[in-house]
């Protein structure tokens, strides 16, 4: 048995395991974790299925077709996970139908072009020169992976800001993972595709080359599945989906009709055009706001969400965090964060107590990890915790 196919079984057994241990999983995201253990077994699929074809084995010519179509499927299943992460109500429908399109019409290209017998998928992983249109085949799958790659990451953009307008911590509900890895994996896409079209233009041949970069690319898939195993369930702390730029959705939610639209960008008061609360109102509960985070303190509370103060202040959710951007010039993220660096602050200038360690510091604050103090103390006060404490040692 060849070195390639070694490497096929064993990916093929870690994504086998990876995608039981994903659908044992509970929690609240369990609709996304199927998706994503779907992909995983049809990467796996790929890999058992090719393994005939590296090593000339005798048999049926299906078994490679079956292997190779599926991986036109990994773009929208990567698309449809990172959905679902983002949007809890998402669920694939039959619509969802239309992104098998380009799958039919490479299949009848196939059935077309092909003739009897003529093992098309060796062609397709072999430098033939422009002649050979199967050789194409490698580098139309890698352009439909890096535009569901893209298109992934877009549908990003909006969740970031979302758990700014609605949380005062990041940690656990961050998916800036999930961003990174598909990064990775859109660039070794691109240098998959740059190979597959030297090999096209260059009849040079670059079959084991390709197997490796293609290894390397369900390895990178497998670390997100390890990863999203990992990761808390989001939605325990956001229970409203993602409003994407220009959206207007609408959601009952005790009695109360949310009608507020998330910032995508636009930092100007005409994203709350459509807005029922008046002027003279949002004066009102900036007022209130104040004085109750002055008598409470509820920064202090390391999981503080949106919805907590606007329960205790009899205020809809939506119109806070419209208040909070229009009077404050921040996201409820932004502002907690203020409160608790001017408590950090205190605390650090304080020469009577120098032996409280930072740490501590940074859960008296209301921060729930250090790491997060760090940033938000460098970013505000442009110094470092230590480097602020220093100077009023000295």
């Known amino acids: 048995m060849s070195l390639v196919n070694v490497v096929a079984m064993i990916g093929a057994a870690l994504g086998l395991l990876l995608a039981l241990a994903l659908l044992m999983i509970e929690g609240r995201n369990q609709y996304a974790n199927r998706i994503l253990a779907l992909f995983v077994s049809i990467s796996s699929l790929y890999l058992l299925l090719t393994m005939p074809l590296h090593n000339n084995w005798n048999v049926s010519l299906q078994w490679p077709a079956l292997g190779f179509m599926s991986l036109f499927l990994c773009g929208p299943l990567l698309w449809a996970y990172v959905k679902s992460m983002v949007q809890e109500s998402f669920r694939l429908t039959f619509k969802h139908a239309a992104h098998l399109l380009p799958l039919l019409l490479l299949e009848l290209v196939i059935r077309w072009v092909a003739e009897p017998g ?31 790659l893209v298109a992934a990451l877009y549908i990003l953009k909006p969740y970031e800001k979302k758990i700014q307008q609605q949380l005062s911590y990041q940690e656990g509900v961050n998916l800036s993972w999930l961003r990174i890895l598909l990064r990775v994996c859109l660039a070794i896409a691109f240098v998959g595709m740059s190979i597959s079209i030297f090999r096209l233009v260059s009849d040079i041949e670059l079959w084991p080359r390709a197997i490796y970069s293609m290894s390397l690319m369900f390895g990178v898939y497998y670390l997100i599945a390890f990863k999203a195993m990992a990761q808390p369930s989001i939605f325990n702390k956001l229970n409203t989906e993602v409003i994407y730029p220009g959206a207007l959705e609408t959601k ?27 002027p003279e109102l949002a004066q009102q509960y900036w007022l209130d706001l104040q004085e109750h985070i002055t008598q409470h303190k509820p920064y202090l509370n390391n999981e503080l969400r949106i919805k907590d103060i606007a329960d205790s202040l009899s205020i809809p959710s939506n119109h806070l965090s419209q208040v909070i951007n229009q009077c404050a010039g921040q996201n409820f993220f932004e502002f907690i964060n ?16 120098p032996q409280l360690n930072i740490n501590l510091i940074a859960l008296e604050a209301g921060f729930n990890s250090q790491s997060a103090f760090y940033k938000q103390f460098k970013l505000r006060v442009n110094k470092t915790p230590k480097q602020y404490r220093d100077q009023f040692l000295s």
Request: proline letters at 3%; charged letters at 15%.
């Open 118 to 148: 003529v093992n098309y998928f060796k062609l397709a992983g072999q430098a033939s020169g422009p002649g050979n249109v199967f050789a194409w085949f490698p580098i139309i799958f890698y352009v439909h992976l890096q535009v569901y």
């Open 338 to 353: 203020g409160y608790r660096i001017d408590v950090a602050k205190s605390l650090l200038s304080k020469t009577d107590s």
């Open 252 to 278: 009952m939610s005790n009695d109360v009709i949310d009608t507020s639209i998330l910032d995508a960008g636009i930092e100007s008061i005409s994203q709350y055009q459509t807005s029922s609360l008046t």
